[in-house]
């Protein structure tokens, strides 16, 4: 079939090569659904018109119709086993990825997406993919139950703590010959974007913000010819920095990070604002942490280190161990910490 690019009214643009089949199912089941629908809301009121109580008419027993029952009953009966069966077919395609696949390893957290791409490469938020190739997305959760949706692509799949899960998609092209063929390799050039959000159906999180939740867990899929996307990998990756520039001190480098990677969800960096679900930066470095057994710690680099490597290894005296571990690289690491200790000067 073929594939829709743009968004109709009722649903959005097809971007994977499982998108029409899903909708054809969608669709089938939708307009069986009206069918009936109108077809037993419209009898039940021609009857009830029909055969409504007036005087001097006296109501007769309804007689028996094998024929019509037996009709009724295996009619929709055929309809199911379909619906059954299209639906079975869909989930054992999407459930066995290809060999060739692009394996992607995503770890979810409260409240942000972590992507490894296969050289090593992470991406927080956003992940590069190339189009025409299957990937393979290999699941897992650092602390509850998330959901990996992408609606563009008709896949959706749980993110359970304690297990993998994996699911898989070809991206197909939107506006297919917009970048010919022989185009120079470009490794910034992305064919289009979609939108990832978090399907987990509840609402932690509080406070409405970016990353502030599952429902506020948004990421990007970067769409790429699959030679862009080669490239891309084998780009070293510019150090994010607050402005959007490329050129930063550790600290700043840091300041990013800390929105990057969620922290900004749980970690008040603003002097006097809120207490959110951690303990709040400003004023923090050097002062003594005491420690939920009973002990005291001083606030230094070593602190900071061990409490993101194992946040549960010294918890916070009045502080739920809610902290996610959250991979870093020594050189993210070390920006943060001295984010961190920039604020405790404030
Ligand atoms: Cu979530």
């Known amino acids: 079939m073929e594939n829709q690019t743009e968004p109709s009214l009722q649903l959005p643009a097809q971007l994977s090569t499982f998108a029409p089949d899903v909708d054809w199912l969608f669709q089938f089941i939708f307009w069986v659904s009206v069918v009936f629908f109108v077809g037993i809301v419209g009898s039940t009121l021609y009857f009830l018109v029909k055969y409504?109580?007036?005087?001097?008419?006296?109501a007769e027993p309804?007689?028996?119709?094998?024929a019509l029952e037996l009709f009724w009953t295996f009619s929709p009966l055929v309809i199911l086993f379909l619906m059954f069966y299209w639906g079975w077919a869909g989930f054992m395609q999407m459930a066995e990825a290809p060999d060739d696949a692009v394996i992607i390893r995503v770890r979810a957290r409260q409240w942000a997406w972590g992507f490894e791409q296969p050289n090593g490469l992470t991406e927080d938020n956003e992940v590069h993919v190339p189009v025409g190739v299957p990937v393979r997305l290999v699941m897992s959760?650092?602390?509850?139950?998330?959901?990996f949706y992408v609606p563009d692509f008709r896949v959706k799949r749980d993110v359970v703590p304690g297990m993998f899960t994996s699911l898989w998609f070809q991206a197909v092209e939107r506006d297919p010959g917009s970048v010919p063929d022989d185009a120079e390799t470009d490794p910034n050039r992305i064919l289009y974007t979609s939108q990832v959000y978090c399907a987990e159906y509840c609402g932690a999180g509080g406070a409405w913000g970016p990353n502030n939740g599952h429902a506020t867990?948004?990421?990007?899929?970067?769409?790429?010819?699959?030679?862009?996307y080669r490239a891309f990998l084998s780009t070293p990756r510019p150090i994010g920095?607050?402005?959007?520039?490329?050129?930063?001190?550790?600290?700043?480098?840091?300041e990013f990070l800390f929105g990057a990677k969620g922290?900004?969800?749980?970690?008040?960096?603003?002097?006097?604002?809120?207490?959110l679900a951690g303990p709040s930066f400003p004023g923090l470095y050097g002062t003594q942490q005491a420690l939920?057994?009973?002990s005291s710690v001083t606030v230094d680099d070593d602190f900071i280190r061990q409490s993101i490597l194992d946040p549960r290894s010294q918890v916070a005296q009045g502080f739920s161990p809610v902290m996610p571990q959250i991979p870093l690289t020594q050189p993210e690491?070390?920006?943060?910490i001295a984010y961190i200790r920039s604020l405790g000067n404030q």
């Open 62 to 66: 309804t007689g028996h119709h094998n």
């Open 217 to 228: 867990m948004y990421a990007l899929v970067h769409v790429q010819r699959e030679q862009d």
């Open 52 to 58: 409504r109580r007036r005087p001097g008419v006296k």
């Open 241 to 254: 920095c607050p402005d959007g520039g490329t050129e930063c001190t550790d600290e700043q480098h840091g």
């Open 141 to 147: 959760s650092t602390d509850v139950l998330h959901s």
């Open 333 to 336: 690491m070390n920006a943060l």
């Open 292 to 294: 939920a057994d009973g």
């Open 263 to 275: 922290c900004g969800a749980c970690h008040q960096r603003q002097a006097g604002g809120p207490q």
